[in-house]
């Protein structure tokens, strides 16, 4: 910028005066180099910044540890259902796969999206850290995201999946639209949430992708030991996440007058609760390696779950309840020991 005459220094350049050997023309050009200096370094600096800023405000708007539960589940009924049919693979369906899993990205990021745009009042007492209730992100960032993850995931699947698959997805959909969505905001009623979880995240995820998997390899879908376990098992797990969830945001659901389990319970006994109807579930998983030994592999099935069960009894023992980190770390670990069981699931 140039100020009576003066050409103002970059980074500590020295003053370039005017003189009689120096021309308009020089003139001109040390001013457009400073300024180029000034600005233009600067100006992509804080591009790059905004950018970037930007991409970490969506991630965390699309929820990560969500999208790992939905990345975990569709490889593991995908590696199952190949691994039944070894001889049907066609790794030219590999494109088609990979559009799949972009569809369930997509289908995980609007659920969990149009949630935080409706409870933004209650997740700054509950989840202050996320973008909307933090103020890091705005509504109008948030409804792109949300519509365009909806878009996309619509038209994904009905460009390469069945009609059945498609129902399937847009089924979830509406579900996770009317649990966050006035006039239904169907989350406020505590049995209804809790189905409305189970069935999306246990049953639907589970059960579609293993069916398109099936109808991608051209062959029939039938039930069997193994799949029939984890699309049980799974909703019942589902059902646990959706009642252990609500334990650290006991202070913001009652500040936003939204009955819960855990608000009617209290945190110490939704603790004993979830820990008793996961310890059923593994239950369950031993007592199906026991009745169907050869259809599954029983000892790996019951050492696992044994081995999960123990590990979740413990660790109930020691939730800090004083503290809302306490007991968001119990709510952390339910969410290791999902992973764990879609880990384990293929060599099942």
């Known amino acids: 910028m140039s100020f009576s005459g003066f050409v103002a220094p970059a980074y500590g350049a020295r003053p370039i005066a005017p003189s009689k050997k120096c021309s308009a023309r020089t003139l001109a050009w040390n001013t457009t180099r400073v300024r180029m200096t000034v600005s233009g370094d600067g100006g992509a600096a804080r591009e790059q910044k905004s950018l970037g800023s930007l991409v970490k405000s969506v991630n965390k708007f699309t929820r990560p540890h969500t999208i790992r539960g939905t990345i975990l589940g569709a490889f593991a009924g995908c590696t199952k259902a190949l691994v039944e049919n070894s001889s049907a693979i066609d790794w030219g369906l590999i494109p088609t796969a990979v559009m799949g899993l972009v569809a ?47 878009a996309c995931g619509m038209a994904i699947v009905y460009r390469f999946y069945s009609s059945l698959i498609f129902k399937l997805y847009s089924f979830g959909l509406l579900l996770g639209t009317i649990y966050s969505v006035p006039p239904f905001h169907l989350k406020r009623f505590p049995v209804l949430a809790a189905l409305i979880i189970s069935t999306v995240r246990g049953f639907l995820l589970n059960f579609g992708v293993y069916h398109a998997t099936c109808a991608a390899l051209k062959v029939p879908f039938g039930w069997n030991v193994p799949i029939a376990f984890l699309a049980t098992f799974m909703t019942l797990f589902a059902v646990v996440i959706a009642l252990s969830k609500d334990i650290p945001d006991i202070e913001g659901d009652r500040t936003g007058n939204v009955e819960t389990f855990s608000t009617r319970l209290g945190p110490r006994r939704m603790v004993q609760t979830v820990t008793n109807l996961l310890t059923a579930n593994y239950m369950m998983a031993i007592g199906v390696a026991l009745r169907f030994p050869t259809q599954v592999r029983a000892p790996v099935m019951i050492a696992a779950h044994l081995a999960m069960l123990v590990s979740l009894r413990i660790r109930s023992t020691k939730v800090e309840y004083e503290s809302k980190e306490g007991v968001k770390k119990f709510y952390a670990f339910i969410w290791l020991l999902f992973y764990l069981e879609y880990m384990l699931f293929p060599f099942l």
């Not at 949630?115 to 202050?128: F, M, T």
């Not at 992100?137 to 949300?146: D, L, Q």
């Open 104 to 150: 369930l990205l997509c289908g995980n990021a609007y659920i969990v999206g149009i949630n935080q745009i409706y409870d933004i009042d209650i997740d700054k007492v509950n989840k202050p850290f996320l973008p909307l209730a933090s103020g890091e992100m705005n509504k109008t960032v948030a409804w792109t995201v949300v519509l365009a993850s909806l």
